[in-house]
């Protein structure tokens, strides 16, 4: 069974860093073929949105909102996701998940449509301030 454990969130001020980590799982079957792991965050009163992806072949992601402040990277020795996020905003707090699509990849235009992910964590919350 696939299972995706979310860690390091935390509380931070404005223009900290975090590193968030995701460890997966179970997904024994699926190492050769086309995955892609991504990050979304959910605020109080907001839809889920999509932060950052990244393929099986390193090929990534992200929203206009995180460009040049937030990093996803895979380190697959490890069965492990992360997301480094520096210069952090008070609107970047929110639950950030972790999510996998297993056997199939991620596309631009396409990436952050969360029904596509078939497997999530619970959940790390980021709270930012000012």
């Known amino acids: 069974q696939v299972q995706l454990v979310e860690s390091g969130g935390g509380s931070v001020q404005a223009g900290g860093s975090l590193r968030l980590s995701c460890a997966v799982s179970g997904y024994t079957g699926y190492t050769y073929r086309r995955n892609c792991m991504g990050w979304f965050r959910q605020a109080p009163g907001k839809e889920r949105e999509g932060v950052a992806a990244i393929n099986s072949d390193a090929s990534t992601y992200s929203a206009d909102s995180v460009k040049g402040r937030f990093t996803i990277s895979q380190d697959n020795a490890k069965n492990t996701l992360y997301l480094q996020m520096n210069s952090l905003k008070p609107e970047d707090t929110a639950t950030y998940y972790c999510?996998?699509?297993?056997?199939?990849?991620?596309?631009?235009?396409?990436?952050?449509?969360?029904?596509?992910?078939?497997?999530w964590g619970r959940g790390t919350q980021v709270t930012v301030s000012s």
């Open positions: 999510a996998a699509v297993l056997g199939y990849g991620c596309y631009s235009g396409t990436w952050d449509r969360s029904r596509d992910f078939g497997y």
